[in-house]
T-cell receptor
Framework: RKEVEQDPGPFNVPEGATVAFNCTYS??????FFWYRQDCRKEPKLLMS???SGNEDGRFTAQLNRASQYISLLIRDSKLSDSATYLC????????????FGSGTRLQVQP | DARVTQTPRHKVTEMGQEVTMRCQPI?????VFWYRQTMMQGLELLAY????????DSGMPKDRFSAEMPDATLATLKIQPSEPRDSAVYFC??????????????FGEGSRLTVL
């Protein structure tokens, strides 16, 4: 079983739609969580950190459920420019502190 | 605008040849990562340095891959001999990771390797 699992998609949604992605992680020692965005043939870039109480950044809302070991990302009022692959990332905050990336969920927003 | 710089951007080589990829991390960052990305496997961690010391290279095939940080401004990833299955995009990323750090990593644009 992979440490971080995501539905690869693609999620095809119309502009203006609300879309949500989930991600599950297997290592209960994971303490820090992030969403990265990767455009086609580009490098990943940090979209937002995920805090225990949940957090919002404009149209994006991230939630963490430690009991069930999953993280979610909600995008409201989707724009064409949101089309990308969204990578769920966890970090174990003991020892290595390396970031482990999920394989990503591809989103395609259509006009 | 500080950024991670990787060279080469593209490399096509023949099986058996040596390949060296280079990375200049952002000045002041204390951690450097090498990741490999393929369609099938996604982003895989190959090696990880903190303050130039190797912390983890368990994701790297030891018989052919080696990663080093000869100084704070240069990280290298070497494949010798290369094989077709090594074809992938290799990303270098740097960050400032502390006990309470955000963990944001800044990625280079990647080195796209094709081994024929």
């Amino acid at each position: 079983r992979k440490e971080v699992e995501q539905d690869p998609g693609p999620f095809n949604v119309p502009e203006g739609a609300t879309v949500a992605f989930n991600c599950t992680y297997s290592n209960s020692a994971s303490q820090s969580f992030f969403w990265y965005r990767q455009d086609c043939r580009k490098e990943p870039k940090l979209l937002m950190s995920v805090y225990s109480s949940g957090n919002e950044d404009g149209r994006f809302t991230a939630q963490l459920n430690r009991a069930s070991q999953y993280i979610s990302l909600l995008i409201r009022d989707s724009k064409l420019s949101d089309s990308a692959t969204y990578l769920c990332v966890v970090r174990e905050d003991t020892g290595r502190r390396a970031l482990t990336f999920g394989s990503g969920t591809r989103l395609q927003v259509q006009p | 605008d500080a950024r991670v710089t990787q060279t080469p951007r593209h490399k096509v080589t023949e099986m058996g040849q040596e390949v060296t990829m280079r990375c200049q991390p952002i000045l002041g960052h204390n951690t450097v990562f090498w990741y490999r990305q393929t369609m099938m496997q996604g982003l895989e961690l190959l090696a990880y340095f903190r303050n130039r010391a190797p912390l983890d290279d368990s994701g790297m095939p030891k018989d052919r891959f080696s990663a080093e940080m000869p100084d704070a401004t240069l990280a290298t990833l070497k494949i010798q001999p290369s094989e077709p299955r090594d074809s992938a995009v290799y990303f270098c990323a740097s960050g400032l990771v502390t006990g309470v750090g955000t963990g944001e990593l800044f990625f280079g644009e990647g080195s796209r390797l094709t081994v024929l």
